[in-house]
């Protein structure tokens, strides 16, 4: 089983992952000029994931 680092690493990589995935889709890598709202809506998912990173990180501390 892993333990509380392991699972809070885990929490973390997905999030990562997810970040890249949802900004390769939106466009965030390419060459061409971004829309007004992607840049909202990277920015709306960049705060949604940060939260929650944030809250798995203190569910963990209380495992």
Not at 32 to 39: A, F, H, R, S, V
Not at 46 to 63: E, P
């Amino acid at each position: 089983m892993l333990g509380k680092f392991g699972i809070l690493v885990a929490i973390l990589v997905m999030v990562l992952l997810f970040y890249f995935v949802i900004s390769f889709g939106a466009g965030l890598f390419s060459k061409d000029e971004k829309k007004p709202e992607i840049k909202r809506y990277l920015k709306s998912v960049n705060i949604l994931l940060v939260l929650i990173a944030i809250v798995g990180a203190i569910l963990v501390l209380f495992m």
